[in-house]
T-cell receptor, first 117, second 111 residues
């Protein structure tokens, strides 16, 4: 139980275009989801906390107008990278809070490898 | 804020035991978790310490000492497939629920 599906697993886009990444909880309701970014050989850096039905909370230094987060339902959160540039190329991972469902308290999506050319 | 420090790289041989340390500075947290991540993959949960002491899960054990602001992950009977990155992580005290990761340790297991 407590499975999170993230799509797409990889995407290549042209500079200046926007890319949407979806994160779905398949067998539970996720009122809170988290979005991380990970550059090669580095740690997972929390970008924002996504709460169903309310505005996302962004970490310091993350541009909210560039990384649009929508959490319109209890099973879906989306991250849209707007006007993507090569420096946005990274591995993006979502996770859902699963307190009470899983000992760790979190379930992660499989990640999206974004390459901006 | 939170700061979790780990060694950047560790190398060991198959069958050996390796310990990955995590020292932290945080104003308060609910527990210390450990995750494994293979190249290109998502983090996989390994262990969690809510209280001080040792937690054992198969070949992996984790330890926490809040008084020393220190924890570690112990991997026994190392296998080649254990080559991966390992992260300690904390849930800061408060109601945000977010999980903050340490810098990560790359473990290379050699034959």
């Amino acid at each position: 139980g407590a499975v999170v599906s993230q799509h797409p697993s990889w995407v290549i886009c042209k500079s200046g275009t926007s890319v949407k990444i979806e994160c779905r909880s398949l067998d539970f309701q996720a009122t809170t989801m988290f979005w991380y970014r990970q550059f090669p050989k580095q740690s997972l850096m929390l970008m924002a906390t996504s709460n169903e039905g309310s505005k996302a909370t962004y970490e310091q230094g993350v541009e909210k107008d560039k990384f649009l987060i929508n959490h319109a339902s209890l099973t879906l959160s989306t991250l849209t990278v707007t006007s993507a540039h090569p420096e946005d190329s990274s591995f993006y991972i979502c996770s859902a809070s699963t307190m009470g469902l899983h000992r760790s308290g979190y379930t992660f999506g499989s990640g999206t490898r974004l390459t901006v050319v | 804020g939170q700061s979790l420090e780990q060694p950047s790289e560790v190398t060991a041989v198959e069958g050996a035991i390796v310990q990955i340390n995590c020292t932290y500075q945080t104003s308060g947290f609910y527990g210390l978790s450990w995750y494994q991540q293979h190249d290109g993959g998502a983090p996989t949960f390994l262990s969690y310490n809510a209280l001080d002491g040792l937690e054992e899960t198969g070949r992996f054990s984790s330890f926490l000492s809040r008084s020393d602001s220190y924890g570690y992950l112990l991997l026994q009977e190392l296998q080649m497939k254990d080559s991966a990155s390992y992260f300690c992580a904390v849930i800061p005290a408060g109601n945000t629920g977010k999980l903050i990761f340490g810098q990560g340790t790359t473990l290379q297991v050699k034959p």
